[in-house]
């Protein structure tokens, strides 16, 4: 699905360097180069303030935490997500209210998320899905008058421009109270292990953040609230500052290779090519069709012996896993959610992929349908 054999082949010379650098340096932990991404990051995105973490997961929980949410506050999310953004909810004792989504982004539906407020709803968690943004304006509007938290779940949309109805852009992930990111080695902007990071404008929750990730520790070994350990190395800071200055041809890279899969499979009945919303840029994290009139695990299986990898992400809504299983949830409650489980299918999209293995991609997805 991913080639980051080639993708590090083509910037070796200086990671290997920084990474060397690091290890001579031995300021493993909260290094300069931590800082010195940290603030890479803020100017990229044009934040005030980035907290790195170990991994996105701890970011949404960090988030959280930080925005005080108690056992039984309810935290509105889709059912169609990778589950770390349900797992945080549900982990803090927090009550996950799942909404569907939109058919053609994959994003939260405002619409689903204002019917589903509450008096106990707390926070949202839209999820910029597969590299596009949700439609934030609608959901900081609903937000902003039920007196709710927005908490972006960028793990998938890391560069991706959000673009307002006045024409204004801001990056995914800096439009809600707290956004959260993950540097998976898979991740638009990965590292070469675990990392990730907490982005907000807000100078008090900024401050809350890093006490919190610290082991709920401001001045040394004074403990004001309960906190985590979760840091990110020096030496995967150093990594991700040189590839985060490669992060936008990265994202045109991945474009390139989407305009040529939308190319090869636009005009087929079996298939729909990723939706492009006019108020999003798209990076790509995925590529994903929905497929019609095929068993798409037999689609799957056909690639996999012709050596193409394909993914589904992802076959099994959050509402119908057995670790979420909530009587107030049963098959057919999200319709959207459910039809695309049943129907989507990701192809390799990456920053590696050159024609030739473009064309063979394509040419064993539509070969499956000629022969079936
Ligand atoms: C990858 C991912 C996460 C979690 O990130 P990790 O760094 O693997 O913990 C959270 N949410 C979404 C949507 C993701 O894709």
Do not use: W
Request: hydrophobic share 40%; aromatic share 10%.
């Amino acid at each position: 699905m991913v080639d980051l054999k080639r993708q590090y082949e083509k910037i070796q010379e200086e990671v290997d360097a920084a990474v060397l650098d690091v290890i001579k340096s031995t300021k493993y932990i909260n290094g300069p180069e931590v800082k010195a991404f940290q603030q890479d990051l803020e100017s990229y995105l044009g934040v005030r303030h980035v907290i790195p973490c170990a991994n996105g997961t701890d970011a949404l929980q960090v988030a959280m935490m930080a925005l005080d949410l108690k056992p039984g506050d309810e935290v509105i999310t889709t059912s169609f997500t990778f589950v770390a953004t349900v797992e945080v909810i549900s982990l803090l004792g927090l009550t996950p209210v799942l909404v569907d989504v939109d058919p053609d982004t994959f994003n939260i539906d405002p619409d689903a998320f204002r019917k589903a407020i509450t008096p106990k709803t707390k926070a949202v968690v839209p999820v910029h899905l597969f590299g596009q943004s949700a439609h934030m304006q609608p959901i900081m509007d609903i937000a902003e008058s039920h007196g709710l938290y927005v908490i972006e779940d960028n793990a998938q949309a890391i560069g991706a421009d959000y673009i307002f109805s006045d024409g204004t852009r801001k990056k995914t992930g800096t439009i809600g109270h707290i956004g959260c990111t993950s540097f998976f080695p898979a991740k638009n902007l990965g590292c070469y292990g675990d990392g990730g990071a907490i982005f907000t404008n807000d100078d008090d929750l900024a401050k809350k953040l890093r006490v919190m990730v610290n082991h709920g520790m401001d001045v040394r070994y004074y403990h004001d609230e309960v906190g985590v350990n979760s840091r990110l190395d020096s030496i995967q800071a150093a990594i991700l500052r040189i590839k985060l200055r490669r992060l936008d041809q990265y994202a045109q890279d991945r474009r390139k290779a989407a305009a040529y899969y939308d190319n090869a499979f636009g005009d087929h009945p079996g298939l729909a090519i990723p939706y492009r919303a006019d108020y999003s840029t798209h990076v790509f994290h995925q590529y994903t069709l929905k497929t019609s009139g095929i068993d798409r695990f037999a689609l799957q299986e056909y690639l996999m012996t012709n050596e193409v990898p394909a993914m589904i992400y992802y076959p099994v809504p959050m509402h119908l896993q057995k670790a979420y299983h909530d009587p107030r949830y049963s098959k057919g409650d999200f319709p959207v959610t459910e039809a695309l489980s049943d129907r989507v299918i990701s192809l390799p999209m990456h920053t590696e992929l050159d024609e030739e293995q473009l064309a063979y991609i394509a040419d064993k997805v539509l070969s499956f349908f000629k022969n079936k």
